[in-house]
C-alpha cells in the first residue's frame, strides 16, 4: 500500500492512487482533473476547501483500504 503524505501534490497522489478520485467527488472537489492539481498539496486543498487535514487523509487512506479489499473478495 502506498502512503499518502500531506507534502505529496493531488496529480501525484491521484496518480499512485487512482481509486481516491472517490473521495474527491464525494466531498465535490474540483482537484481531479484541476490545472493546479500539479502544483497543490493535499494539505493545501484541505485548507482551500476548508476540511480538516487528519479527516481528509483518513478518508483518502479509508478510500485505498476499501480498494483493497474489493480486490481480495473478488
Do not use: K, W
Request: contains cysteine; hydrophobic residues 40%; charged residues 30%.
Amino acid at each position: 500500500m502506498v502512503e499518502s503524505s500531506h507534502h505529496d501534490t493531488v496529480e501525484v497522489f491521484l496518480r499512485e492512487r487512482p481509486q481516491a478520485v472517490r473521495v474527491f467527488l464525494r466531498r465535490r472537489m474540483a482537484c481531479p482533473g484541476c490545472a493546479m492539481a500539479a502544483f497543490e498539496t493535499l494539505e493545501e486543498v484541505a485548507r482551500i476547501y476548508r476540511l480538516p487535514l487528519e479527516t481528509f487523509l483518513q478518508e483518502l487512506a479509508q478510500e485505498g483500504n476499501d480498494e483493497h479489499r474489493e480486490l481480495s473478495a473478488g
